[in-house]
C-alpha cells in the first residue's frame, strides 16, 4: 500500500517552532549562548578600555569695547568681522606655523572659532584627547597671540584718536576763553562737553584680553589613535 504524501499544510506546520520548542533549543545550547554572551561583554570591555577619552578644550578671549553715549557696551571691532579673520586669517597662519614647530602634518585634533550670541567673547575651541592637552594649548596660544596682537593695535589707534580730538577740542576752548566774542560762552559751554565727552570715552575703553587659558570638559570616548 502506497503511504500517504504530506500535506502543504503539514509541511507548513512542521516548520513551525513553539516557545516551548526555543526554551529547549537553548537549554540544550546553553553553553553557545552563554559563550556568545561572554564574547560580547569581552569586546565591549576592550572597547572602553582601548578607546581614550575625549575633551572639549575652549580658550576663551574678551574683545576689546568702549561705552557709546547711549551707555551701551560695544567692540571696537564687531565680533562678525573678528571672526572672519580668525577663519581666514590667524587660523591659517596658527596652524602653519604651528604644523611646523611640531613637525606635523596635519593636525591631530579639530579647531573652532565661535563667538557666543550677545558677547565679545571670541572661543577657540578643539576637541582632543588629555595626552594632547599641551599641543592644543600651543596651538591656541599662537592664534590668540594674533588675535591680541590686533587688538592691541586697534586699542592704541583708537585711544590716539580719541586724545588727539581731545587736544584739538581743549585748543579751540583755549582760543575761545581768551577771546571777546560775543557767542563765547555758549562756545566754551559746547567744548566743555564735548572735551568731557571725549574723556569719558577715552576712560571707556577696554583693552580686553585672555579670559579664560584652557578649560576642558569631557564629551566621550574616541579611537585611540586619534
Same mark, same amino acid.
Given at each position: 500500500?502506497?503511504?500517504?504524501?504530506?500535506?502543504?499544510?503539514?509541511?507548513? !506546520?512542521?516548520?513551525? #517552532?513553539?516557545? %516551548? $520548542?526555543?526554551? /529547549?533549543?537553548?537549554?540544550? *545550547?546553553? !553553553?553557545?549562548?552563554?559563550?556568545?554572551?561572554?564574547?560580547?561583554? /569581552?569586546?565591549?570591555?576592550?572597547? %572602553?578600555?582601548? !578607546?581614550?577619552?575625549?575633551?572639549?578644550? +575652549?580658550?576663551? &578671549?574678551?574683545?576689546?569695547?568702549?561705552?557709546?553715549?547711549?551707555?551701551?557696551?560695544?567692540?571696537? @571691532?564687531?565680533?562678525?568681522?573678528?571672526?572672519?579673520?580668525?577663519?581666514?586669517?590667524?587660523?591659517?597662519?596658527?596652524?602653519?606655523?604651528?604644523? $611646523?614647530?611640531?613637525?606635523?602634518? @596635519?593636525?591631530?585634533?579639530?579647531? +573652532?572659532?565661535?563667538?557666543?550670541?550677545? +558677547?565679545?567673547?571670541?572661543?577657540?575651541?578643539? =576637541?582632543?584627547?588629555?595626552?594632547?592637552?599641551?599641543?592644543?594649548?600651543?596651538?591656541?596660544?599662537? /592664534?590668540?597671540?594674533?588675535?591680541?596682537? $590686533?587688538? =592691541? *593695535?586697534?586699542?592704541?589707534? &583708537?585711544?590716539?584718536?580719541?586724545?588727539?580730538?581731545?587736544?584739538? %577740542?581743549?585748543?579751540?576752548?583755549?582760543?575761545?576763553? =581768551?577771546?571777546?566774542?560775543?557767542?563765547?560762552?555758549?562756545? #566754551?559751554?559746547? &567744548?566743555? +562737553? *564735548?572735551?568731557?565727552?571725549?574723556?569719558? =570715552?577715552?576712560?571707556?575703553? @577696554?583693552?580686553?584680553?585672555?579670559?579664560?587659558?584652557?578649560?576642558?570638559?569631557?564629551?566621550?570616548?574616541?579611537?585611540?589613535?586619534?
Amino acid at each position: 500500500m502506497k503511504a500517504p504524501t504530506p500535506s502543504l499544510h503539514d509541511s507548513e !506546520r512542521s516548520d513551525d #517552532i513553539s516557545p %516551548v $520548542d526555543l526554551m /529547549v533549543i537553548l537549554v540544550r *545550547r546553553r !553553553r553557545v549562548v552563554i559563550a556568545m554572551f561572554v564574547g560580547m561583554l /569581552v569586546v565591549l570591555l576592550l572597547f %572602553v578600555f582601548l !578607546r581614550k577619552p575625549i575633551y572639549q578644550y +575652549t580658550s576663551s &578671549y574678551e574683545l576689546a569695547s568702549y561705552v557709546n553715549q547711549s551707555g551701551e557696551l560695544l567692540g571696537l @571691532e564687531s565680533p562678525n568681522n573678528v571672526l572672519a579673520k580668525m577663519k581666514n586669517i590667524y587660523l591659517i597662519q596658527g596652524v602653519r606655523e604651528f604644523l $611646523d614647530s611640531k613637525s606635523l602634518k @596635519e593636525l591631530p585634533f579639530s579647531l +573652532t572659532v565661535s563667538n557666543p550670541k550677545d +558677547t565679545l567673547l571670541v572661543n577657540v575651541e578643539s =576637541k582632543a584627547t588629555d595626552d594632547q592637552k599641551s599641543l592644543v594649548s600651543d596651538l591656541h596660544n599662537l /592664534v590668540l597671540n594674533r588675535l591680541a596682537d $590686533d587688538q =592691541k *593695535r586697534r586699542v592704541d589707534k &583708537y585711544r590716539e584718536m580719541l586724545s588727539q580730538q581731545l587736544k584739538d %577740542v581743549e585748543n579751540a576752548l583755549a582760543v575761545v576763553q =581768551k577771546s571777546g566774542s560775543p557767542n563765547a560762552n555758549e562756545l #566754551i559751554s559746547e &567744548y566743555f +562737553t *564735548r572735551a568731557s565727552s571725549l574723556r569719558g =570715552k577715552i576712560e571707556s575703553v @577696554e583693552k580686553g584680553g585672555l579670559i579664560n587659558e584652557l578649560s576642558e570638559a569631557w564629551k566621550g570616548l574616541m579611537p585611540a589613535g586619534c
